[in-house]
Protein backbone atom coordinates (compact mmCIF):
# COMPACT_ATOMS: atom_id res chain seq x y z
CA UNK A 1 0.00 0.00 0.00
CA UNK A 2 1.52 3.24 -0.78
CA UNK A 3 0.37 4.50 2.14
CA UNK A 4 2.57 2.17 4.16
CA UNK A 5 5.57 2.64 2.19
CA UNK A 6 4.77 6.79 3.06
CA UNK A 7 4.97 5.93 6.85
CA UNK A 8 8.21 3.50 6.45
CA UNK A 9 9.68 6.03 4.02
CA UNK A 10 9.21 8.81 6.55
CA UNK A 11 10.04 7.36 9.50
CA UNK A 12 12.87 6.68 7.90
CA UNK A 13 14.13 9.94 7.17
CA UNK A 14 13.20 11.51 10.79
CA UNK A 15 15.11 8.13 12.14
CA UNK A 16 18.14 9.07 9.73
CA UNK A 17 18.02 12.42 7.56
CA UNK A 18 18.95 12.53 4.25
CA UNK A 19 20.85 9.16 3.10
CA UNK A 20 22.67 9.64 -0.31
CA UNK A 21 21.41 7.39 -2.73
CA UNK A 22 22.61 4.14 -3.25
CA UNK A 23 24.52 4.64 -0.04
CA UNK A 24 24.62 1.34 2.16
CA UNK A 25 23.16 1.78 5.65
CA UNK A 26 23.40 -1.02 8.72
CA UNK A 27 19.80 -1.88 9.56
CA UNK A 28 18.08 -0.22 6.88
CA UNK A 29 15.33 -1.52 4.79
CA UNK A 30 14.96 -2.43 1.30
CA UNK A 31 15.15 0.63 -0.70
CA UNK A 32 15.98 -1.42 -3.99
CA UNK A 33 12.82 -3.19 -3.35
CA UNK A 34 10.55 -0.01 -2.22
CA UNK A 35 11.63 1.51 -5.32
CA UNK A 36 10.92 -0.98 -7.66
CA UNK A 37 7.84 -1.01 -6.18
CA UNK A 38 6.44 2.42 -6.48
CA UNK A 39 7.70 2.28 -9.43
CA UNK A 40 5.31 -0.44 -10.57
CA UNK A 41 2.42 1.29 -9.24
CA UNK A 42 2.72 3.93 -12.17
CA UNK A 43 0.13 3.26 -14.44
CA UNK A 44 -0.16 3.96 -18.30
CA UNK A 45 -1.73 7.65 -18.11
CA UNK A 46 1.06 8.63 -15.41
CA UNK A 47 -0.65 8.75 -12.14
CA UNK A 48 0.04 6.06 -9.79
CA UNK A 49 -1.93 3.69 -7.34
CA UNK A 50 -1.59 0.32 -5.63
CA UNK A 51 -0.48 -1.44 -8.72
CA UNK A 52 0.14 -0.51 -12.59
CA UNK A 53 -3.32 -2.40 -13.42
CA UNK A 54 -5.51 -0.49 -10.85
CA UNK A 55 -6.97 3.33 -11.24
CA UNK A 56 -4.45 5.54 -10.60
CA UNK A 57 -5.17 8.44 -7.68
CA UNK A 58 -3.71 11.38 -6.36
CA UNK A 59 -3.91 10.23 -2.75
CA UNK A 60 -1.26 7.18 -3.80
CA UNK A 61 0.27 9.11 -6.51
CA UNK A 62 1.63 11.63 -3.78
CA UNK A 63 2.26 9.19 -1.04
CA UNK A 64 4.75 7.29 -3.81
CA UNK A 65 6.13 10.70 -4.85
CA UNK A 66 7.10 11.74 -1.09
CA UNK A 67 8.47 8.40 -0.47
CA UNK A 68 11.05 8.89 -3.64
CA UNK A 69 11.66 12.08 -2.07
CA UNK A 70 12.24 10.74 1.08
CA UNK A 71 14.62 8.63 -0.08
CA UNK A 72 16.07 10.94 -2.42
CA UNK A 73 14.85 8.69 -5.50
CA UNK A 74 13.48 11.99 -7.33
CA UNK A 75 15.40 14.33 -9.78
CA UNK A 76 16.15 17.90 -9.53
CA UNK A 77 13.80 18.24 -12.24
CA UNK A 78 11.78 16.44 -14.66
CA UNK A 79 14.47 16.19 -17.54
CA UNK A 80 17.38 15.19 -15.21
CA UNK A 81 18.71 11.86 -14.71
CA UNK A 82 19.64 9.52 -11.59
CA UNK A 83 22.61 7.61 -11.19
CA UNK A 84 22.72 5.57 -13.93
CA UNK A 85 23.45 2.58 -11.11
CA UNK A 86 20.53 3.01 -9.61
CA UNK A 87 17.11 2.31 -10.44
CA UNK A 88 14.84 5.34 -10.93
CA UNK A 89 11.85 6.36 -8.93
CA UNK A 90 8.77 7.00 -11.62
CA UNK A 91 9.14 5.75 -15.65
CA UNK A 92 7.43 8.54 -16.89
CA UNK A 93 7.54 12.08 -14.80
CA UNK A 94 6.30 13.95 -17.72
CA UNK A 95 3.24 11.68 -18.25
CA UNK A 96 2.87 12.00 -14.40
CA UNK A 97 2.69 15.90 -14.16
CA UNK A 98 0.32 15.80 -17.00
CA UNK A 99 -1.95 13.60 -15.11
CA UNK A 100 -1.37 15.62 -12.09
CA UNK A 101 -2.32 18.56 -13.91
CA UNK A 102 -5.43 16.99 -15.42
CA UNK A 103 -6.87 17.06 -11.88
CA UNK A 104 -7.93 20.50 -12.09
CA UNK A 105 -12.12 20.78 -12.78
CA UNK A 106 -13.60 23.92 -12.87
CA UNK A 107 -16.66 24.64 -10.98
CA UNK A 108 -19.98 25.86 -10.83
CA UNK A 109 -22.16 26.47 -7.61
CA UNK A 110 -25.83 25.00 -8.12
CA UNK A 111 -26.84 29.00 -7.55
CA UNK A 112 -24.94 30.16 -10.65
CA UNK A 113 -26.18 26.39 -12.61
CA UNK A 114 -30.01 26.96 -11.56
CA UNK A 115 -30.01 30.65 -13.41
CA UNK A 116 -28.08 29.80 -16.22
CA UNK A 117 -30.11 26.56 -16.59
CA UNK A 118 -32.17 27.83 -19.35
CA UNK A 119 -29.94 29.49 -21.30
CA UNK A 120 -27.00 26.79 -20.99
CA UNK A 121 -25.05 25.20 -23.58
CA UNK A 122 -25.88 20.74 -23.25
CA UNK A 123 -21.79 20.40 -23.88
CA UNK A 124 -20.90 22.41 -20.91
CA UNK A 125 -20.61 19.81 -18.49
CA UNK A 126 -18.67 17.44 -21.09
CA UNK A 127 -16.18 20.62 -21.53
CA UNK A 128 -15.53 21.45 -17.88
CA UNK A 129 -14.56 17.32 -17.41
CA UNK A 130 -12.33 18.17 -20.02
CA UNK A 131 -11.08 21.45 -18.47
CA UNK A 132 -8.42 20.01 -16.32
CA UNK A 133 -6.08 19.25 -19.58
CA UNK A 134 -3.38 21.54 -19.62
CA UNK A 135 -2.78 23.50 -22.80
CA UNK A 136 -0.65 26.24 -23.13
CA UNK A 137 -2.96 26.84 -26.22
CA UNK A 138 -6.27 25.28 -26.00
CA UNK A 139 -7.04 22.91 -29.26
CA UNK A 140 -10.47 23.24 -29.27
CA UNK A 141 -12.09 26.66 -27.68
CA UNK A 142 -13.54 25.96 -24.09
CA UNK A 143 -11.04 23.61 -22.58
CA UNK A 144 -8.99 26.46 -20.54
CA UNK A 145 -9.26 26.98 -17.07
CA UNK A 146 -8.14 30.41 -17.27
CA UNK A 147 -11.67 31.91 -17.62
CA UNK A 148 -12.84 29.39 -14.68
CA UNK A 149 -13.98 31.38 -11.58
CA UNK A 150 -13.76 28.66 -9.48
CA UNK A 151 -11.02 25.85 -9.83
CA UNK A 152 -11.02 22.54 -7.82
CA UNK A 153 -9.24 19.11 -7.73
CA UNK A 154 -10.27 15.46 -7.98
CA UNK A 155 -8.38 12.50 -7.19
CA UNK A 156 -9.68 10.43 -10.12
CA UNK A 157 -11.07 11.11 -13.26
CA UNK A 158 -14.62 11.82 -13.93
CA UNK A 159 -14.86 12.34 -10.09
CA UNK A 160 -16.20 15.32 -7.78
CA UNK A 161 -13.81 17.83 -6.79
CA UNK A 162 -12.47 17.41 -3.58
CA UNK A 163 -10.79 19.92 -0.29
CA UNK A 164 -8.23 17.60 0.14
CA UNK A 165 -7.02 16.81 -3.25
CA UNK A 166 -6.17 20.63 -3.64
CA UNK A 167 -2.95 19.62 -1.71
CA UNK A 168 -2.46 16.23 -2.72
CA UNK A 169 -2.07 17.41 -6.39
CA UNK A 170 -0.11 20.81 -5.90
CA UNK A 171 2.50 19.39 -3.28
CA UNK A 172 2.93 16.70 -5.61
CA UNK A 173 3.85 19.12 -8.15
CA UNK A 174 5.89 20.80 -5.77
CA UNK A 175 7.87 18.05 -5.25
CA UNK A 176 8.60 17.41 -8.64
CA UNK A 177 9.90 20.64 -9.22
CA UNK A 178 7.66 22.00 -11.23
CA UNK A 179 6.15 25.91 -11.42
CA UNK A 180 2.77 25.65 -10.57
CA UNK A 181 2.14 29.16 -11.43
CA UNK A 182 2.39 28.13 -14.99
CA UNK A 183 0.56 24.52 -14.26
CA UNK A 184 -2.50 25.22 -12.33
CA UNK A 185 -5.16 28.29 -11.72
CA UNK A 186 -4.36 29.22 -8.94
CA UNK A 187 -6.41 32.47 -8.35
CA UNK A 188 -8.92 29.96 -8.89
CA UNK A 189 -8.46 27.25 -6.70
CA UNK A 190 -8.28 30.08 -4.03
CA UNK A 191 -11.59 31.29 -4.55
CA UNK A 192 -12.50 27.62 -4.58
CA UNK A 193 -11.33 26.55 -1.30
CA UNK A 194 -12.10 30.07 -0.07
CA UNK A 195 -15.40 30.89 -0.99
CA UNK A 196 -16.67 27.41 -2.01
CA UNK A 197 -15.56 25.07 0.91
CA UNK A 198 -14.42 26.93 3.74
CA UNK A 199 -17.46 27.15 6.00
CA UNK A 200 -19.00 30.14 7.46
CA UNK A 201 -18.03 29.22 11.21
CA UNK A 202 -14.64 28.32 10.34
CA UNK A 203 -12.78 25.37 8.83
CA UNK A 204 -12.75 24.06 5.27
CA UNK A 205 -15.11 21.09 4.53
CA UNK A 206 -14.79 18.13 1.77
CA UNK A 207 -17.18 19.16 -0.27
CA UNK A 208 -18.79 23.04 -0.84
CA UNK A 209 -21.43 23.30 1.34
CA UNK A 210 -19.91 20.43 3.49
CA UNK A 211 -19.52 21.26 7.14
CA UNK A 212 -16.11 21.62 8.16
CA UNK A 213 -13.32 18.98 9.74
CA UNK A 214 -10.18 18.82 11.08
CA UNK A 215 -9.12 17.04 8.39
CA UNK A 216 -10.19 18.89 5.22
CA UNK A 217 -9.68 21.69 7.01
CA UNK A 218 -5.93 21.11 7.54
CA UNK A 219 -5.22 19.82 4.17
CA UNK A 220 -6.98 23.00 2.56
CA UNK A 221 -4.51 25.32 4.81
CA UNK A 222 -1.65 23.11 3.74
CA UNK A 223 -2.60 23.33 -0.29
CA UNK A 224 -2.58 27.11 0.26
CA UNK A 225 0.78 27.52 2.14
CA UNK A 226 1.92 25.06 -0.99
CA UNK A 227 0.66 27.77 -3.18
CA UNK A 228 2.72 30.34 -1.12
CA UNK A 229 -0.64 32.52 0.72
CA UNK A 230 0.48 35.07 2.30
CA UNK A 231 0.41 34.80 6.82
CA UNK A 232 0.72 31.07 6.00
CA UNK A 233 4.08 29.48 7.15
CA UNK A 234 6.83 28.33 4.39
CA UNK A 235 5.41 24.47 3.98
CA UNK A 236 7.05 21.14 3.21
CA UNK A 237 4.99 19.42 0.85
CA UNK A 238 6.74 15.77 1.87
CA UNK A 239 6.06 15.65 5.31
CA UNK A 240 3.16 17.97 5.63
CA UNK A 241 4.52 20.41 7.86
CA UNK A 242 5.57 23.36 8.48
CA UNK A 243 9.55 24.01 7.12
CA UNK A 244 9.87 25.28 10.45
CA UNK A 245 8.37 21.92 12.26
CA UNK A 246 10.98 20.01 9.75
CA UNK A 247 13.78 21.83 10.90
CA UNK A 248 12.76 21.00 14.33
CA UNK A 249 12.32 17.17 13.80
CA UNK A 250 16.24 17.22 11.97
CA UNK A 251 17.37 19.27 15.20
CA UNK A 252 15.53 16.56 17.48
CA UNK A 253 17.21 13.71 15.27
CA UNK A 254 20.79 15.52 15.81
CA UNK A 255 20.10 15.65 19.18
CA UNK A 256 19.18 11.96 20.20
CA UNK A 257 22.05 11.17 17.66
CA UNK A 258 24.39 11.94 20.51
CA UNK A 259 25.31 9.37 23.08
CA UNK A 260 24.51 10.13 26.89
CA UNK A 261 25.80 8.25 30.15
CA UNK A 262 24.73 8.25 33.46
CA UNK A 263 26.81 9.99 36.34
CA UNK A 264 25.88 9.89 40.37
CA UNK A 265 26.20 12.80 42.45
CA UNK A 266 24.24 12.73 46.33
CA UNK A 267 22.47 9.05 45.02
CA UNK A 268 20.93 10.54 42.54
CA UNK A 269 21.18 9.17 38.89
CA UNK A 270 21.99 12.44 36.59
CA UNK A 271 22.06 11.68 32.14
CA UNK A 272 24.76 13.79 30.51
CA UNK A 273 25.60 13.96 26.93
CA UNK A 274 29.04 13.09 25.29
CA UNK A 275 29.05 16.46 23.62
CA UNK A 276 28.86 18.30 26.64
CA UNK A 277 32.10 20.61 27.66
CA UNK A 278 32.01 18.99 30.98
CA UNK A 279 31.12 15.49 30.42
CA UNK A 280 34.93 14.18 31.43
CA UNK A 281 34.52 16.35 34.33
CA UNK A 282 31.32 15.20 35.42
CA UNK A 283 32.21 11.27 34.56
CA UNK A 284 35.12 11.75 36.81
CA UNK A 285 33.57 13.00 40.10
CA UNK A 286 30.80 10.70 39.52
CA UNK A 287 30.22 8.77 43.17
CA UNK A 288 28.69 5.60 42.23
CA UNK A 289 25.19 4.39 42.81
CA UNK A 290 24.36 4.47 46.57
CA UNK A 291 24.57 0.94 48.47
CA UNK A 292 20.90 0.48 48.48
CA UNK A 293 20.55 0.17 44.86
CA UNK A 294 23.86 -1.62 44.54
CA UNK A 295 22.29 -4.18 47.22
CA UNK A 296 19.50 -5.07 44.67
CA UNK A 297 21.08 -5.01 41.37
CA UNK A 298 24.00 -7.62 43.08
CA UNK A 299 20.43 -9.75 44.09
CA UNK A 300 19.17 -9.58 40.66
Known amino acids: DMRHCYVASAVRWMLRGDVPAGEKVEGDIDVEGLVGHLRNGQTYDGGISESSSHEAHAGYTYCAIASLSFLNRLPSSPTSEIKSDLLPGLTNIPATIRWLV ?171 REDHPEFKEKMASSEGPPASIKDVVGAA
Open 102 to 272: SRQVGYRDEEEDEEDEEDEDPHQSQREALAGIHKDTPLVPGLSLEDEEFVGFNGRCNKSVDTCYAFWVTASLDMLGEDKSKLVNSKAIRRFLFEQTQHRIGGFGKYPGNPPDIYHSYLGLAALAVMKEPGIKPFDSALCVSKQQRERITQQRKTASVARKIYWKHGYPISI
